[in-house]
């Protein structure tokens, strides 16, 4: 059974640098795989922000490109997202999305709030 477990949110103050994890566990690599980042925020749908594709290109929502960065170690199984330069708008659960073997998986998400 794959999980994957998002970490690294929290509270942060407008133009502050966290970065997000996501762990795939259950799984032996995510090499050649497929992997997205979305965020919802309050009152509004889910949303992509980053994707990663198979052959480790990434693409990203207009509203973040520039300041957050997706990548990924193949030996941790996990991916990462580095966000710079946050704003109050980016305040939302940030989910990890990825497929394996077929199947699509969601994380449970982390709330990243951008707060003075």
């Known amino acids: 059974q794959v999980q994957l477990v998002e970490s690294g949110g929290g509270l942060v103050q407008p133009g502050g640098s966290p970065k997000l994890s996501c762990e795939a566990e259950?799984?032996?690599?995510?090499?050649?795989?497929?992997s997205a980042w979305y965020r919802q925020a309050p009152g509004k749908q889910r949303e992509l922000v980053a994707t990663?594709?198979?052959?480790?290109?990434?693409t990203y929502a207009d509203s973040v490109k520039g300041r957050f960065t997706m990548s990924r170690h193949y030996a941790k199984t996990t991916v990462y997202l580095q966000m710079n330069n946050l704003k109050p708008e980016d305040t939302a659960v940030y989910y990890c999305?990825?497929?394996?073997?077929?199947?699509?998986?969601w994380g449970k998400g982390t709330l990243v709030t951008v707060s003075s």
């Open positions: 999305n990825g497929q394996f073997y077929g199947t699509e998986y």
């Open positions: 259950g799984i032996d690599t995510i090499y050649r795989t497929r």
């Open positions: 990663m594709t198979t052959n480790g290109d990434t």
